[in-house]
């Protein structure tokens, strides 16, 4: 699997949009990038994904590089319940979870 | 629709003792992955499951872990003489086909603790 690196932390105020970037130099023409959060102490929760085209979805955008090399996940007016952490990963479609996710990006929005 | 469920929500066993770990996947899910996430970690594959079939191990360890997925029931995470190492968040997410797009759901997790 590709590895994918990303910042431990930010912040964001309350109401404001929170970008979060990954970088993911390695990844193969059919990977995927999947974005997926743990709130504390609960089970991940699938947010998006995408291939080459920019996605979005109820909860978020995921804008990916031309290169494929990098994306950036927008939750565009991020509120209290939002605060956990925000693992970016990258894996092939049709369902296999066979990665492993990173340590991810603790998100903290502040009121 | 019930999401994935997994169950005991926390687990306190004595070093040597035996632990089981269940997982019931989303109705209509074939497909099962057991992760483990030691503290202040991301989530480590350990196993992938079909109805009656391991798929790929490859994160498991060696010894005294097994896991399971019959043809009836729930998936079992077996890890037998447990140690203090062991201690760590279990999760379990369930899949439709192989052959979509798709999204693993996951469950609330298992808390095993070692004393």
């Known amino acids: 699997d590709a590895k994918t690196t990303q910042p431990p932390s930010m912040d964001c105020a309350e109401g404001r949009a929170a970008n979060l970037p990954c970088n993911h130099s390695t990844i193969s023409g059919n990977e995927y990038v999947y974005w997926y959060r743990q709130i504390h102490s609960q089970g991940p929760q699938y947010i998006i994904h995408?291939?080459?085209n920019n996605e979005t979805n109820e909860m978020a955008s995921l804008i990916i590089t031309e290169d494929r090399k990098s994306s950036t996940l927008i939750l565009p007016h991020a509120t209290l319940r939002d605060t956990a952490v925000y693992y970016c990963i990258v894996g092939n479609s049709g369902g296999y979870q066979k990665v492993t996710f990173g340590t991810g990006t603790k998100l903290q929005v502040i009121p | 629709n019930a999401g994935v469920m997994q169950n005991p929500r926390h687990l306190v066993r004595r070093r040597g003792q035996e632990a089981r770990l269940r997982c019931s996947p989303m109705?209509?899910?074939?497909?099962v992955y057991w992760y483990r996430q030691l503290p202040e970690e991301g989530l480590k594959f350990m196993v992938y499951l079909q109805k009656e079939n391991i798929i790929d191990e490859s994160g498991m360890p060696k010894e005294r872990f097994s896991a399971e997925f019959p043809k009836e029931g729930p998936s079992i995470l077996r890890i037998q003489q447990v140690v203090r190492g062991d201690s760590a968040a279990y999760f379990c997410?369930?899949?439709?086909?192989?052959?979509?797009?798709?999204?693993?759901?996951f469950g609330q997790g298992t808390r095993l603790t070692v004393v």
């Open positions: 997410a369930s899949s439709p086909n192989w052959d979509r797009v798709t999204e693993a759901f």
């Open positions: 109705k209509g899910h074939s497909h």
């Open positions: 995408g291939l080459k």
